[in-house]
């Protein structure tokens, strides 16, 4: 099976721009997870999809948000960036409990 | 909410030494403890996984044991080689759904 894909891989954004990422599980995953990967912060949890619904939620701010597409496919979006957002962001898909990374997007706010 | 730490933040060994790395964890609902493998650039890998309702498992080299009377859990390496140098990361998540909390990470070096 393939695996985990992100797009776009490498993204620079200014601030007060939005953007929009993009996972694409694995087949037959239903639930897609993205976490933030940061020097200081480390690997935080953002929010979970499963089946369309947003099942778990992180604590982050309301500029960053999600959905779930009927092909278990999920975004993510992050409006009026901040140069604190700059990050890895990670997504992660599951069958059962085993998360499963694809290769990241890494997002630069200058 | 859950919070994992992680200990040492970093450890250097000798190729052929083996290599602990430990976790605590706070919440006593996580029964889910995975590791996780960071290569520089490269993404998380699933190494080992253990479940609340055993105490150890082991995979060739690495071996994983859970102790939910103390809320901790750790990583054995033995044997270690080179191409074992990596950014090692634990987690816990529970029966809430696929949410992980993970601890801050080790950078273990391996020296030839």
């Known amino acids: 099976k393939a695996g985990v894909t992100q797009t776009p891989r490498y993204l620079i954004k200014t601030r007060g721009q939005q953007v929009t990422l993009s996972c694409s599980p694995i087949s037959g995953h239903r639930s897609v997870s993205w976490y933030q990967q940061t020097p200081g912060q480390g690997l935080q949890f953002l929010f979970e999809?499963?089946?369309?619904?947003?099942?778990n939620k992180g604590n982050f701010p309301g500029r960053f948000s999600g959905r779930q597409f009927s092909n278990s496919r999920s975004e993510m979006n992050v409006s009026t960036l901040e140069l604190g957002d700059s990050a890895l962001y990670l997504c992660?898909?599951?069958?059962?409990?085993?998360?499963?990374f694809g290769p990241g997007t890494r997002l630069t706010v200058l | 909410g859950e919070n994992v730490e992680q200990h040492p933040s970093t450890l250097s060994v000798q190729e052929g030494d083996s290599a602990v790395i430990k976790c605590t964890y706070s919440d006593s609902a996580s029964n889910y403890f995975p590791w996780y493998k960071q290569e520089l650039g490269k993404r998380p890998q699933l190494i080992i996984d253990?479940?609340?309702?055993?105490g150890e498992k082991k995979d060739q080299r690495i071996a994983v044991t859970l102790n939910k009377t103390a809320k901790h859990f750790s990583l054995h390496i033995t044997e270690t080689q080179p191409e074992d140098s990596a950014v090692y990361f634990c987690?816990?998540?529970?029966?809430?759904?696929?949410?992980?909390?993970f601890g801050g990470g080790t950078r273990l070096m391996v020296k030839p």
């Open positions: 992660a898909s599951s069958f059962s409990d085993r998360q499963y």
């Open positions: 987690a816990a998540g529970s029966d809430a759904g696929n949410m992980l909390t």
């Open positions: 999809y499963f089946s369309e619904t947003q099942r």
């Open positions: 253990i479940r609340s309702n055993v």
